[in-house]
């Protein structure tokens, strides 16, 4: 009989048990590692989630120093985004305004750093993501997480070449993994919302399409007729109905950050916005807080978390399909 199905049984329930215990013990003394820090709140975060949900923890910290004239000093080091492993990755997409060490509180030598694979293991910032705002989130992220210059402007030559001065759709479709958080959207759900849009709207002259699908990218440009089909040309895409975000191994890591923050602010300069729930779709309205959006799905009810909590309630149900029609809120996980 192979062993090899008991050892990998053993390495999951190992796993487990170390994370339920570090669940249990960091909240208690990462708020002490902190104190120790002085003005400086100094975390580094190790996860095996998706980049925006990483991000958006990095936003709560930032809220978190803000609102008690911290200085923070993030870091993302997790292996689903690193070009290396435990290389800061959140540097290679951002300019972070507090980036460099200064001469707030212990120099970087003996700062105190806590170590986190999720967030509620900080101990600290709890109740931020229940009353932080997308206009609150949007102004921390303008003034504190400035894209980089060469990401910048790739997209702004992007944008020039296909968006300048026409009407855009949006459309993101998140496949592959997103099933374990909302339920799927069929691919004819997502046309027919482009097609009753564009009826409202007949001055619509293009669709920008992003997905991490590459089939469903060149279904829409077959179906989609009478307007342009763009889609940006990402090197980093699944052919095969698996997740790649979720694969370390698999695919260039910085590569996939890259291209996943370039679609997100594409997807920011259109005039609407078509979106199944995801955390990098909405993004593109933490860039852009007045984006006008559609959704197409609402989250689980254990998996509304923000932002998509928020902007659940400004959606425009108008352009769904009868069938989609009851997306305003969440709704349980069967």
Same mark, same amino acid.
């Given at each position: 009989m192979s062993v090899r199905p008991h050892l990998w049984s053993l390495r999951s329930r190992t796993r487990s048990l170390l994370r339920t215990m570090d669940n249990r013990l960091k909240p208690l003394y990462c708020p002490w590692q902190q104190r120790a820090n002085g003005a400086v709140l100094a975390v580094d975060i190790d996860a095996w989630v998706g980049l925006f949900a990483q991000l958006t923890w990095v936003v709560y910290l930032?809220?978190?120093?803000?609102?008690?004239?911290?200085?923070?000093?993030?870091?993302?080091?997790?292996?689903?985004?690193?070009?290396?492993?435990?290389?800061?990755?959140?540097?290679?997409?951002? /300019?972070? =305004?507090?980036?460099? +060490? #200064?001469?707030?509180?212990?120099?970087?030598?003996?700062? &105190?750093?806590?170590?986190?694979?999720?967030?509620?293991q900080l101990g600290l910032a709890r109740d931020i993501p229940a009353r932080i705002s997308v206009q609150q989130a949007a102004r921390l992220i303008r003034e504190q997480l400035r894209v980089r210059p060469d990401i910048?402007?790739?997209?702004?030559?992007?944008?020039?070449?296909?968006?300048?001065?026409?009407?855009?759709?949006?459309?993101?479709?998140?496949?592959?993994?997103?099933?374990?958080? /909302?339920? =799927?959207?069929?691919? +004819? #759900?997502?046309?027919?919302?482009?097609?009753?849009?564009? &009826?409202?709207?007949?001055?619509?002259q293009a669709l920008?399409?992003?997905?991490?699908?590459?089939?469903?990218?060149?279904?829409?440009?077959?179906?989609?007729?009478?307007?342009?089909?763009?889609a940006h040309d990402d090197q980093e895409r699944s052919r095969d109905g698996k997740p790649i975000h979720t694969q370390a191994a698999r695919?260039?890591?910085?590569?996939?950050?890259?291209?996943?923050?370039?679609?997100?602010?594409?997807?920011?300069r259109c005039d609407v916005l078509i979106r199944s729930s995801s955390?990098?779709?909405?993004?593109?309205?933490?860039?852009?807080?007045?984006?006008?959006?559609?959704?197409?799905?609402?989250?689980?009810?254990?998996?509304?978390?923000?932002?998509?909590?928020?902007?659940?309630?400004?959606?425009?149900?108008q352009y769904l399909p009868e069938a989609l029609r009851d997306v305003s809120a969440p709704v349980p996980h069967s």
């Open positions: 930032l809220q978190y120093c803000e609102e008690r004239g911290m200085v923070p000093r993030i870091r993302l080091t997790g292996p689903l985004y690193a070009r290396a492993p435990g290389l800061d990755w959140l540097g290679d997409l951002f /300019a972070l =305004r507090h980036r460099r +060490e #200064d001469n707030h509180g212990p120099p970087i030598g003996v700062l &105190r750093i806590s170590r986190i694979s999720e967030f509620a910048q402007a790739h997209v702004d030559r992007f944008a020039a070449q296909h968006f300048d001065r026409r009407r855009v759709i949006g459309l993101h479709f998140r496949g592959t993994d997103k099933v374990t958080e /909302a339920h =799927r959207v069929s691919w +004819e #759900d997502c046309a027919a919302t482009v097609d009753n849009y564009r &009826r409202a709207h007949p001055d619509t920008f399409v992003s997905s991490d699908e590459a089939a469903f990218i060149d279904w829409i440009r077959g179906r989609i007729a009478g307007i342009e089909v763009i695919g260039d890591n910085g590569q996939k950050a890259r291209e996943a923050l370039i679609n997100t602010l594409l997807l920011s955390f990098m779709s909405a993004w593109s309205s933490l860039f852009r807080p007045e984006l006008p959006i559609i959704m197409l799905n609402a989250p689980f009810d254990a998996k509304c978390w923000f932002p998509d909590a928020e902007l659940m309630t400004r959606s425009m149900k």
